[in-house]
């Protein structure tokens, strides 16, 4: 899922377990698969442009289609 940063204004990537795990933390910070520490920006707010690096990051994890032909 993607989650704006107030800080720097871009839509980063969250894993749901860290989103999950956000909620017992007293400062309700998430760190993006980029390594990027989020303070959210309101969720009903559209989401900035997106975080390059962790477009590449999840470009990497995703499952490549291997079929041949």
Do not use: F, W, Y
């Not at 720097?8 to 969250?14: M, S, T």
């Not at 999950?20 to 520490?37: D, F, I, K, M, Y």
């Amino acid at each position: 899922m993607t989650v704006t940063c107030c800080i720097d204004n871009h839509a980063h990537q969250v894993l749901d377990v860290e989103l999950a795990s956000a909620a017992s933390r007293p400062a309700g910070l998430v760190q993006a698969v980029c390594g990027h520490v989020i303070a959210a920006a309101a969720m009903v707010a559209p989401d900035g442009p997106p975080c390059a690096l962790c477009t590449a990051v999840m470009d990497v994890r995703q499952p490549r289609d291997r079929r041949h032909g």
